[in-house]
């Protein structure tokens, strides 16, 4: 079902958008967690309205929200009672935007339904056919891009420039991965520490949260033009799940939120690391 905040209906609805109700209230909060295999969607739905209460507790009238994924063709009616619930969905089923839509909906046709938060126009009565919508809440929404749970690692390549100066690196942009440049003795170095139990950590805080801060700083402003880049994507999707704007970034900041505090990865083996 597909729905607008501008439907009309011929029996009044408890929403924000209607004054089909002087009272009650239908308030609702979602959550979505992905990983590799699983969406999550945690619902908290609270409906203070005791007579369409009174229809979901003897069975004449359901609670829960439409699932819609425009770009896979999803649309699933997940019926809950009102409270909290999390429910697990294939991650495959989903991909771009995701619309979660609250909404009660009778199981069978009344007539001369009663409520007292009915708006004086009704005359305290209605009636109304099965399968109507009897409350409609706020529209959610969240996107869905599994790239972001590709490794950080694999946007980024290491190539041999030996006009940098040892001990130096490059970081650029423009290639289908952000290429790490660096005199060929430093990569020689930088691949032989990255052989060692120890040497992501390392390489993490001294060559790529560096590389990071440089990619951050260029797309500031939005007028780098680097989306149609094979790296763009993940690089987009990691930003997008910590909530960090790449055109209106604090590079240093948001580079450690990214790589996940890499100094943070050090203190805690330093023990084992400077024995």
């Known amino acids: 079902m597909k729905l607008t905040d501008d439907m009309l209906f011929g029996h009044p609805v408890l929403s924000l958008l209607t004054d089909d109700y002087v009272g009650g209230v239908f308030d609702c909060n979602f959550e979505a967690d992905l990983s590799e295999r699983e969406l999550i969607v945690s619902a908290e739905i609270s ?14 009238a359901g609670c829960g929200y439409y699932l819609i994924c425009p770009r896979t063709y999803l649309n699933r009616l997940v019926e809950m009672l009102p409270g909290t619930s999390r429910n697990p969905f294939p991650a ?29 126009e009704y005359g305290g009565t209605t009636d109304f056919p099965a399968a109507a919508l009897l409350a409609v809440g706020e529209e959610f929404r969240f996107s869905v891009d599994r790239a972001r749970l590709k490794p950080f690692e694999t946007i980024f390549a290491l190539a041999s420039d030996d006009e940098i100066e040892p001990g130096r690196i490059a970081v650029d942009p423009d290639e289908a991965k952000i290429t790490i440049h660096a005199h060929s003795k430093t990569k020689a170095s930088i691949e032989e520490i990255r052989n060692d139990k120890h040497g992501k950590i390392v390489l993490l805080n001294a060559v790529y949260l560096p590389a990071v801060m440089e990619v951050l700083s260029q797309m500031m402003g939005g007028g780098a033009g680097y989306e149609h880049k094979a790296w763009y994507r993940i690089f987009e999707a990691k930003c997008a799940s910590l909530g960090i704007d790449p055109s209106d970034s604090t590079p240093l900041q948001d580079a450690q939120r990214l790589l996940n505090i890499p100094f943070a990865r050090i203190d805690e083996e330093k023990e084992r690391m400077f024995d």
Request: aromatic fraction near 12%.
């Open 47 to 60: 409906l203070n309205c005791p007579d369409l209460n009174q229809l979901i507790e003897e069975g004449s």
């Open 92 to 120: 495959d089923q989903f991909f771009g935007t995701v619309i979660v839509r609250p909404v009660v909906w009778s199981k069978e046709a009344r007539s001369g339904w009663s409520s007292e938060f009915l708006h004086p």
